[in-house]
């Protein structure tokens, strides 16, 4: 079950920071409000899943993955440059998470 926390976690983070840009600088009422929600549900959710994760491999995959995919709708959705730093320094991010969530196997 705190897989699923966590991954709610970053969906709700990155609708979050999706409504950040939407907000217009909190001059769109909407997009303003769902932002304090998303976080919420965010925060909530994060603090489910710690109950059952370590928090240095938890917090790894939130940040690392919510930084990818918000990187990825800032490209695909409001059409900001992709260039192959960018997508190089991504699976980077992904490599690092993968890397550490490896490293907190039991054998």
């Known amino acids: ?23 217009d600088g909190f001059s769109k009422l909407g997009p303003s409000v769902l932002i304090f929600v998303f976080y919420g549900l965010c925060a909530a959710f994060i603090t489910l899943a710690l109950k059952h994760m370590e928090i240095a491999i938890a917090y790894a995959i939130w940040a690392g993955l ?19 730093v960018k997508i190089g320094s991504l699976v980077l991010i992904v490599l690092g998470i993968a890397g550490l969530n490896l490293s907190g196997v039991s054998r």
């Open 1 to 23: 079950m705190h897989w699923l926390y966590l991954t709610l976690a970053i969906v709700f983070e990155v609708a979050g920071t999706t409504c950040m840009k939407l907000s």
């Open 66 to 84: 919510g930084t990818a995919l918000i990187a990825g709708v800032g490209m695909l959705y409001f059409k900001e440059p992709v260039t192959a």
